[in-house]
């Protein structure tokens, strides 16, 4: 963080990676051709430039090579969490024990924080509903469920995916 | 198949016809918003299987300016809701 | 029926629907709405003149899809600029009413208000 | 080989199409707000996503198929910060949560 | 028919591309005033008119050596799939008028809309340059369209440049009757929008001169014909569709009301007369061509009766256009030739848009004395206007000339106008339009005689003006009332349609002494209608005439008031937005009727 | 009956049903929910009559800038619902409406139902003139070639709208921020989806613009895709409206309109007629002028939802 050289090597590295990303979705919507390719350049850098001014680099970036298995696991979630609402929602007794369930969270008010808010709102019978300073407010579907300990577990794996550097 | 797609592309539209029934009831504003949320999630599914149906390749990006579009109008329900308040600048 | 005959009945529905709407709601935004309604009534009218001209490869006429494209802009601008009226209106008489019969408000001066 | 995809295509929008149903009948049953915005968020992106999943195969390339799974990407990420964003607005107006059940702290 | 029944090929012709240039200078400078925005502003539209006004000229002279219609086709791509643009004498002659209104306009509005010193920029005199120039482009568009669909973004131009002219005080009242215009102007122009749809539908393109070859009675043919022509009504606001335009004009500041009342409704009446005389040509019109008139007599008798009843003068000068707009509609029933049963382009033609143009340049000029007026004395009560005509002499003259000019005192160019549409009348033995047409006149001179009656007598006290009037603003309001009273000399035959020549007929004298027998009709309907100050105005054997017209006036009144009411009513919104589509449907089954 | 015939039925239906909730629902704000999912529905009309240019258009702008403009002054208005309400014409207005305004529908109707078969149509002739701009887009070959001028004043029209709007404002804030100053937490989750969306939109943005030229897409339908981005990095309060007065803001305003009118004037001077593009140079000129017309539409659209200004410099 010191040495300017190597703030500036992280900020091109982070550039990079973005522009990488918009690249790629690039190709994926206007295929490969080569006379597509400089609006494809035009937009990647117009798009990776607005990025950069947006969401500055921070301190933490996300492993590729954990980002993975997240995903994989959060994909299983969401699955999961749709069979439970249609579950709920199609049984005759409707089952449902609603409130609200409040949980800390260690990490701070920023990027990461919203990263964990937005997973979590794919979660099984979860919903981020609001913050009380370090804490998330969720709504449950039902209370009964082990909501706490599975947020942990999430958090834990998140925490596990972004990398400070 | 595309007898197949074009009874699911029916039944999801009978899926959001129901769901303007919450858009009708409400109670609460914040309800009208979600069923037309609904709508919005429902319209790219049935956008998708119409382009398929049809061999339309190009509805495909009717489907993705949807997709990064609809949230737009939650967006500004969320913003304006509380326009009225004596903070006129609302915060979300 | 074909589909041109659906959505041209549809259109023309809607486009009814809009007229009433326009004519008979007294506030100025559903008013607003209705004439959008209106206007998208029409503009199916115009997607299924194109739909029937179908020919040389083509799905449809491009010619009148062209003139629905450039007629939504304009319909969109009408819209910005008659909600954008209406809320100065409101802003300076605190009421939204085109009745002329209604007293005209509080009467701030508008230059400054 | 095509026989399998099609059934993986059916099988796919036809679990899709009941996700969706589940969405549709939690959003008019359930009893308040945001148990609704529950059944919206979480079935609704569950059937899209199914239904993208079995048009993959249908797309005819790679790149086709990849541009699906954007729209289903991007679909994700907004249902999640809108369902949040509207239910912030809803609990909100609710005033306090009636019912709260303090986890520990990590 | 405007258009000869075989345009020459589909060609530009020589002389074209000054079509183009007529639209693309005042685009040009409204793209250019809005970047440089405040004082450069004004000056890039004032440095435009001179240069639209010899283009006007430009195209008038190339018409006239050419003797045919100039025709561009723009990117050199020909109707149906292009779009051209084509003049022909009635378009030249609009183009003109509307060139010299708008300097005129330009050069009295430089002193209300100046950029105050020590700011860069100001809102209002920044969107009033803009919007002018915008609207002069959008009305030459709709001269020189010659497609439907083009005219239609033209018209929504036009409209889009004239609604905040009329709020750009910012005043509760403007911005409503603002809204309620724009509301009404955009059913009216959706209602067009669908009649484009269904001819498109039906012949595969929207080329005015191609669909004039094409059409024929077809359901949705007339569905698209009666559409159309109620839309249009909505926009020039004939009886009874004119709920927006007294608040609208009376409201906007005195160049914009100018502009307003003088050019912008012409612009979608104009569009009635190409959609009629040429695309429309093989509907059946007779019925059509009487309701029209009829509608237009009806305001005439509204227009008229409610401006007389007016406090203020801006309000009567906006009436005054309601009445004036109905007797623009009179030339229909006068065109209707009944051997080919088809409007026919000729003297009523030439009389009707020679009404128009007058009333532009006369209009314009009473709106801008009228605003002088009211700038002067701070407010523009008619009663409280005694001495005026003493203390701002060349603001009433202005008014008075603008005002005899519009009675159709020769040499104005409605005398004219009124001679084409009497001798038309009395060729087609349509008796009825014939009084309809001189009871317009005497109407018209009732009002104006109004006003410089009051504007004439002494005042009670002595007046203090709270500004001075601007002498340049003086002189442009008189110039262009002059020129209305001049337009009959105006060598007319090269550019509008008249068989039997435009000259009039009776000797000079005898015309001046016939036109005095509207004024003084107009007179007596002033004595009978007019509002009353708490004291008569001063006029000769006041007492007396006071004594016997009492009753009479009593019973006027008693007639006058259910038109108030009436009027009143209409300008309701729903009143209004049900006679629209009344007006549609019944035009629609009269032209399905006579087409069977 | 066949299959998609049901299908198009069932989709006139529902859209029918969402329309009449738009005019017969009681409170405004309901109205206007109702009238974005009419929006999301029409775009699947669109790719049913196979208009696809169209579906985008509408998706963009019904579902998208119209919502939000719209449910805007819903929500500001809110106040004058009651009051205005009460103006509600009487039973007979109503009824006289209802019947006229279902004459009109009818005869439409049987307008739509009795145009000549087989259609008239330009397919052909669009089809045939292709060559002269090298775009594989009929819809952007008749918006940026046959009429062009329309085009060309459409996006006049725009920017009128837009001094219209401007011209709303009280005299002394001009110049000023157009809009409220929207204040968001910074850390919360709008801003969160203001700093992610707006790269992807970008991309989004300009492919929708460049596929245009031969494939549905095109400059507006990408501007509008811009604009909601700019709106929502706006509305999350991380960046301000710029101010009315400032030049460079006034020069992407003009920059689409001015250069078509530029090119269209070269055409006149050295090629074959005003607006006239030369072969060899069509296709790059037309996407020129796109590219403005994509930046202008843009700001356009931003600016028109932002509304009049409401803040002098720095408020």
Known sequence: MSNPSDALGRLMAHALARAVALLILWLVLAGSDLADLPAG????????????????????????????????????????????????????????????????????????????????????????????????????????????????????ALRHAIRHD | MIEFMTTVLGFILAMLALGLVRILRGPADADRMMAAQLIGTGGIAALLLLGTVTAVPATVDVALTLALLATFASIAFVKKGRANAPDSTGDA | MSAAIVFGLCGAAVAGLGLYGLIADPRPLRKIVAFNLLGSGVFMVFGVVARRGAASGFGGDPVPQALVITGVVVAFSATALAVALLLRLFQVTGSATLNTEAPAGTGTDPADA | MSVAVDIITIVAITAGAFFFLAGTVGLLRFPDTLTRLHALTKADNLGLGLVVLGLVPQAGSLRGGLKLLCVWALALLAGAMVSQLIAREASGQRGDPAMRHDGPPP | MPYPASVPGDVTTTGGFLLVLSVVIPVAGVLLAFVLGGRQAERVVLATMPLGLVIALAILVTLRQAGAPLIYLLGGWAPPLGVALRADGLSAVMMAITAVVIGAVGV?????????????????????????????????????????????????????????????????????????????????????????????????????????????????????????????????????????????????????????????????????????????????????????????AAAILFG?????????????????????????????????????????????????????????????????????IYA?????????????????????????????????????????????????ASATEQWWWAVVIQAGGIFTSSYVLLVLAHALAPADASITLRAPVGRIQEASAAALALCSLLLGLAPWQAYLPAPDGIAPSTPALEALSASLWPLLGGAAVAILLGRKGDRLPRIPLGQVVAATVGPARRAALALSRPIERIDNMLRQWPAAGLSLLALAVLLGAALLAASR | ?????????????????????????????????????????????????????????????????????????????????????????????????????????????????????????????????????????????????????????????????????????????????????????????????????????????????????????????????????????MMAGIADAPQVSSRRLRIVLIAGPGIFLAVGLAGFAIGSAFLAYPVAYAKPLILGIEVAMTLTIAATLGLLLAGAPERSAGQ
């Open chain 5, 108 to 296: 009295f509005a430089r002193v209300d809309f100046r950029t105050p010193r020590g700011s860069i920029e100001a809102r209002a005199p920044f969107a009033f340059w803009i919007l002018l120039l915008a609207i002069w482009g959008a009305l030459n568009m709709v001269f020189l369209g010659g497609d439907l669909f083009t005219l239609y973004v033209a018209l929504e131009l036009l409209t889009f440049s004239a609604v905040p002219l009329v709020c750009l005080d910012g005043r509760a009242e403007t911005l409503q009757a603002a809204l309620r215009y724009l509301l009404f102007a955009l059913l009216g122009a959706v209602l067009y929008l669908v009649g484009t749809a269904l001819l498109y539908g039906s012949y595969g393109t929207l080329d005015i001169v191609l669909l004039s070859r094409r059409v024929h009675a077809e359901p949705a043919t007339v569905v698209a014909a009666a559409l159309m022509t109620a839309g249009l009504l909505a926009k020039t606001a004939l009886f009874p569709l004119h709920l927006w335009l007294p608040p609208a004009h009376a409201g906007a500041p005195a160049a914009a009301s100018a502009v307003l009342s003088g050019l912008v409704v012409k612009g979608s009446f104009f569009i009635v007369i190409r959609l009629w005389f040429d695309v429309f040509a093989d509907l059946p019109s007779f019925v059509l061509a009487q309701l029209l008139a009829a509608l237009g």
């Open chain 6, 1 to 233: 009956m066949t299959v998609a015939s049901a299908l198009e039925m069932a989709l006139a239906a529902v859209v029918l049903g969402v329309a009449t909730w738009t005019i017969a629902a009681r409170e405004t704000f309901a109205a206007v929910v109702g009238f974005v999912t009419y929006g999301l529905l029409l775009a699947l009309i669109w790719v049913r009559l196979d208009a696809v240019d169209v579906a985008l258009v509408e998706a963009a702008i019904g579902g998208g800038l119209g919502g939000v403009l719209l449910l805007g002054a819903a929500a500001r208005l809110r106040v004058t619902e009651t009051p205005t309400a009460t103006e509600r014409p009487s039973a007979t207005v109503r009824v006289g409406a209802a019947l006229l305004s279902a004459a009109v529908a009818a005869a439409l109707a049987t307008g739509v139902i009795l145009l000549p078969d087989p259609a008239p149509t330009l397919a052909p002739a669009a089809a045939a003139n292709a060559t002269a701009t090298g775009l594989g887009n009929p819809v952007t070959n008749v918006l940026m070639a046959f009429r062009a001028m329309d085009t060309m004043l459409e996006k006049v029209v725009l920017l009128l709208a837009l001094v219209g709007v401007w011209s709303l404002a009280p005299d002394r804030l001009w110049g000023g921020h157009p809009g409220p100053r929207h204040r968001a937490d910074p850390l919360g989750t709008l801003a969160f989806l203001a700093r992610l969306l707006p790269p992807v939109g970008i991309v989004v943005g300009i492919y929708v613009f460049w596929t245009g030229k031969d494939h549905p897409g095109g400059a507006f339908q990408g501007g509008t895709i811009l604009a909601a981005m700019w709106l929502l990095v």
């Open chain 5, 376 to 424: 002067a004395l701070g407010h523009d009560r008619i009663v409280g206007l005694g001495g005026v005509g003493r203390a701002l002499p060349v603001s009433v003259f202005a008014f008075a000339l603008g005002g005899v000019a519009l009675v159709g005192v020769p040499p104005s160019g409605a005398y004219l106008a009124k001679e084409l549409l009497l001798q038309a």
């Open chain 1, 41 to 156: 350049i035009v937009a990647v850098l117009a798009a990776t430039v607005t990025s950069l001014r947006l969401l500055p680099v921070g301190p933490s970036r996300l492993s590729p090579v954990l980002l993975g298995p997240l995903a994989l696991r959060f994909l299983y979630q969401s699955v999961a969490a749709g069979i439970d609402v249609a579950w709920r929602a199609l049984d005759p007794r409707l089952p449902l024990r609603p409130g609200f369930v409040v949980y800390s969270v260690c990490f701070p008010l920023g990027s990461a924080r919203n990263a964990f808010a937005a997973l979590t709102s794919l979660l099984p019978g979860t919903v981020p509903a609001g913050d009380e300073g370090s804490r998330l407010v969720y709504h449950c579907l039902d209370v009964d469920q082990p909501v706490v300990s599975q947020l942990a577990a999430e958090e834990a």
């Open chain 5, 304 to 372: 008229s009766v409610v401006a007389l009843r007016q406090e203020r003068l801006k309000l009567l000068v906006a009436y005054s256009t309601l009445a004036q707009i109905g007797y623009l509609f009179l030339m229909f029933p006068l065109a209707f030739d009944a051997g080919s049963t088809r409007l026919a382009s000729g003297g009523a033609l030439a009389g009707g848009l020679l009404q128009a143009i007058s009333h532009a340049a006369a209009k314009a000029a009473m709106f801008m004395s009228a605003g002088l």
